[in-house]
């Protein structure tokens, strides 16, 4: 999720890269460093926090080099911190990283007995000294990448460069994004387009298992394998805004598509499926003190209380603990229950949610713990709780909620997980089976955007309603009253979201010809009820359009 940003030429490095990284910020971070080559001499300049911290720490102490790598962070593997900011270094070995080493730990015990000694809590560390490893034996800097890279399991983009080499810079990719840009005798590498754009136009898209080495001549492409490869460029004819929103029409649309990416690095580096284990390293709470509570409250406003009723069927169905989903600025003014036993659980995507926020303080102010769902990192309601749970979703730029509600949704999922686990409430069978659908929830999302053609198929058929009615059962209640949500706030049409057992005490009296029914009927245990519902819309002449898993006889006889 981080950004990458390498250049090789013949301008200073710094600005160039510093400006690359300031492009992605959209990608979201939580530190940031730059390295530059300089005859030889690998300097290193890293920060916490935003990219100003950095930028007055250059500003004091500068970086000069034609060559340089730099990278904004979003942990995966140990805290936000300068020293786990890239770059890495180890013997003249310098690596910028994004996405995440599985093997980790099995690498890094093989390279402390061969006398390796870490300085960082990251995974990423390990591809430095892997490098250096292979490096040594075979004093070759790009033969000793595609060695270390060929035992790294896991995502990665890398940029790496070699102070023994020091008019070369090698990247690659496996799962991770990485694209470069030829520019006139300078080359450039990052995660995206951006980062580049003012630069050069002249694009070559690495796809995954390749690598490119730059030197001030040339740049070259292979395999990791090393196969020789030829890569064509393309012209970007986007603008810089056009750029910024990937080519899409809008944030929104883009945010929408964006969504298996934001779900997966939701998930990265937080569960252990083999084991049935979730790790929450910002959760701070420990387990007796999770065994401990009695009650859980969710507050949140807007969608992120859609997200809130859908967490409480979660915990209550898996933890067998009450919960409660309260509105903040309900919560905040109604002298709400909160003791030393409960949990308050804000969700909030900004992290600045002004009721959100009071209410927070106003459990505290109560006795009652913390946790924090929250996109931004370091964000007020972030800062304030007693431990945060990041969506890792990236900024959210379009108005209305699009992958910070679903990231949220994957956040209460791994938050009730891993309550189960210490509250012994779910066993192991049951813990690994949830975190394997959870593992293919990115690719089945991914499934849905491909029926965006037959999804514009229906709008049309709809979109001259001035009215809807949105309805859903157990936990497809609240996703109705987001549905009807967004309707509201994209269309400006008036929408309504129902628990699909209520219609009969009053929208039915609403239901004729002109009013559109939306009806989530999933196949889940109260499919029957679902559509003898959207029977007795039929039967007063309404139209369903049913959301489903899959097609079904019996069901779409009902459409
Ligand atoms: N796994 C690496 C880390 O935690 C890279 C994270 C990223 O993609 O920013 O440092």
Redesign the pocket.
């Known amino acids: ?2 950004g990458i940003v390498g250049y090789l030429g013949s301008q200073q490095a710094t600005p160039i890269i510093l400006d690359g990284l300031r492009r992605l910020e959209y990608r979201g ?1 939580d530190s940031a460093g730059i390295a530059t080559l300089d005859q030889g001499q690998v300097t290193i300049r890293r920060a916490e926090g935003k990219l100003a911290r950095l930028e007055s720490l250059l500003a004091n102490q500068p970086l000069s080099g034609t060559v340089g790598i730099g ?1 904004t ?6 805290r936000p911190s300068e020293i ?1 900011a ?1 770059p890495h270094v180890a013997g003249g070995i310098v690596v910028v ?5 599985e093997n980790y730990l099995e690498l890094k015990r093989k390279l402390l007995d061969l006398g390796h000694r870490f300085s960082s809590e ?3 560390e390990i591809i430095a000294h892997l490098v250096e490893q292979h490096f040594k034996e075979t004093a070759d800097f790009e033969s000793a990448v595609r060695r270390a890279l060929g035992e790294v399991r896991g995502a990665f983009a890398v940029a790496i460069l070699c102070a023994q080499q020091p008019d070369r810079l090698i990247a690659a990719k496996q799962g ?1 994004p990485l694209v470069v840009g030829q520019g006139q005798g300078e080359y450039f590498v990052a995660s995206d387009i951006p980062a580049m754009l003012s630069h050069t136009r002249q694009m070559v898209f690495l796809d995954d298992g390749e690598l490119v080495s730059f030197s001030p001549s040339e740049m070259v492409f292979s395999t990791l394998a090393g196969e020789p490869l030829q890569k064509l460029a393309k012209t970007i004819t986007w603008s810089p805004v056009m750029a910024e929103k990937g080519g899409y029409r809008h944030f929104m649309l883009k945010e929408i598509y964006e969504q298996p990416r934001a779900i997966a690095d939701t998930i990265a ?1 937080r569960v252990r499926e083999n084991l049935g284990e979730v790790f929450l390293e910002g959760l701070k709470l420990n387990e007796s003190e999770l065994a401990a509570l009695d009650r859980i409250c969710l507050v949140a406003c807007g969608t992120s209380w859609h997200a809130a009723l859908v967490g409480k069927f979660l915990i209550e169905k898996h933890v067998r603990l009450p919960v409660e989903v309260d509105i903040a600025s309900e919560f905040r003014y109604r002298d709400p229950v909160v003791t030393a036993k409960t949990l308050v659980l804000v969700i909030s995507q900004s992290g600045e949610t002004a009721d959100t926020l009071a209410a927070l303080r106003e459990a505290h102010r109560r006795g009652g713990k913390v946790v924090a769902i929250c996109n931004v990192v370091e964000s007020s309601i972030a800062r304030e709780s007693d431990g945060v749970i990041y969506t890792h979703a990236g900024p959210e730029i379009g108005v209305a909620s699009t992958k910070a509600f679903t990231t949220q949704l994957v956040s209460l999922y791994l938050f009730t997980l891993h309550l189960a686990r210490v509250r012994a409430t779910l066993g192991q069978e049951k813990l690994r089976t949830m975190l394997s659908d959870l593992l293919s929830l990115p690719r089945k999302v991914e499934e849905c955007l491909g029926l965006d053609a037959a999804i514009e198929q229906a709008a049309q058929t709809v979109f001259q309603a001035r009215d809807f009615l949105f309805l859903g059962r157990g936990n497809q209640f609240p996703i109705a009253l987001e549905g009807a949500l967004k309707l509201k706030e994209i269309s400006y049409i008036h929408a309504e979201g129902y628990p699909a057992g209520e219609m009969k005490h009053g929208p039915i009296a609403l239901i004729d010809e002109h009013l559109p029914v939306v009806v989530l009927a999933p196949h889940n245990a109260t499919l029957e009820k679902v559509a003898a519902n959207m029977e007795e819309v039929q039967a007063r002449g309404g139209r369903v359009l049913a959301v489903s898993d899959r097609a079904d006889g019996d069901l779409l006889a009902k459409v």
Do not use: L, P, Q, V
């Open positions: 999720m981080c971070y990278h962070r979003w942990a995966t593997h140990g786990n890239h990283h994004n996405g995440i080493i990251t995974d990423t991770s580096g």
